[in-house]
Every structure is written in C-alpha cells, then in structure tokens.
C-alpha cells in the first residue's frame, strides 16, 4: 500500500463504511457541500495504486473557544479577548476494512501537521475535536488531549502543545 492525502474530490464515496452511520453519512452525502460552501475541508487517505478507494478522512474548519471556557491555565495568555482561535477537527473515520491497523493515528497526526503549518500564518491557539462517544476520548487522551470542564466530550490540544510534539527529538 502507498498511502497519500488528498482533499475529497472523484473518489469512490459510495463504497465508504467505518461502521458509524453518521460518519459514513456525512461523507457521502454533505462532505462535498460542505467544501463548496468553504465550511469545512475533507481530507482522505488513499492508496495510491487505488485512488479511488477511501482508506480514511477528516475534516478540519476554523472555530474559536470561548474565553470563559478555557482552562484557567490558559487564560492568562488569550488577553481580553472574548474568544480565541482554534482548529476544529470536526470528523475523522477508518474504513472498516481498515481498522485496528493505526490509520486513526495516521490520520490525526496529518491533521495535526497540516494545523502546525497553518500556525506559522494565522493565528491559532488551540486545536480541539468534539467526541462522540467515550471510546473515543479514549483515543484523543491517549494523544495528550485533555477534555473542556465545561464540555467533556469536547477536547483540546495547545498549539504549543502540538509544536512540541513535531520538534521534540
């Protein structure tokens, strides 16, 4: 297999299944509407010898954190601001056929990566995933991503955070 990334475009979404019809749905059906409309950017993970086929996606957008639900830790740094910037990682799935094999991991340090780019231009302090279930706070917390007081099942990781992870020999 020769894995690369690439934004949603021509591949088979159809064939798409990671066992969560919510996920599977949004692929099929709203990731391109969303992109078109620039509220969210669907990147997937393919075979190169099998482009068409979907290993993998995610969806990345901007949002902002609210000052008031910052860990106290970190509102000393976000100013008078009301709110502060962050990147949403609003979906992330594996094909079924392709679970249990590290693409989870695969896909969110490419999120990561493309968020620590992205860093260097704009502003960003935080980036954050709303779970949904507790098996997958599970998988984030085992990443150093720590849950909101406010929203438990939302999760962030401090851009610092995320610059350490990529240059920490």
Known sequence: MKPKFTLLGGQDRAAFSCGKPDLD???????????????????????????SHIIGYYTLSTADVAFTDLPHAMRKKAGRYKAVPAILLGRLAVNINFQGQGIGKVLLVDALRRTLDLSAQVGIMLFIVDALEESVVTFYEKYEFRRFDTHPMRLYLPITKVRDMFTTP
């Open 25 to 51: 749905n949004y692929l099929k059906m709203q990731a391109s509407q969303d992109m078109r409309r620039q509220l969210a950017a669907c990147h997937v993970l393919i075979d190169q010898d099998h482009p």
